[in-house]
Nanobody, 126 residues
């Protein structure tokens, strides 16, 4: 089982990035995908999740309107588009997979997830 994030980097404020989460070793289309981020000296926080078929997405209030989560089950990959980046978006971004259908509150809870990626660093300069 593997989740591999990519697409992070150094970007100026106001720019955009698209993060990818490539999955292998499990039936991707049977798992919801969540994205979390962790800034230095802060707890890991939930930012978004997408249902197994991609028909439902949920976002944390502080990223609504700037983050867009999608998935391509044929490619076993989920994508997190981040627009209008801000310095406070600087963090390591993680994707995670969960088999159980969760409420929004459940999806925001790290312990509910079955698999995690290693993270990709996003740094936003002002």
């Amino acid at each position: 089982v593997q989740l591999v994030e990519s697409g992070g980097g150094l970007v100026q404020a106001g720019g955009s990035l698209r993060l990818s989460c490539a999955a292998s070793g499990f039936p991707f289309n049977m798992y919801s995908i969540g994205w979390f981020r962790q800034a230095p000296a802060k707890e890991r926080e939930w930012v978004s999740c997408i249902s197994r078929g991609g028909g439902r997405t949920d976002y944390a209030d502080h990223v609504k309107g700037r983050f867009t989560l999608s998935r391509d089950n044929a490619k076993n990959t989920a994508y997190l588009q981040i627009d209008t980046l801000r310095p406070e978006d600087t963090a390591v971004y993680y994707c995670a997979a969960v088999r159980t259908i969760l409420s929004v509150n459940g999806a925001a809870t790290t312990r509910n997830y079955n698999f995690w990626g290693q993270g990709t660093q996003v740094t936003v300069s002002s």
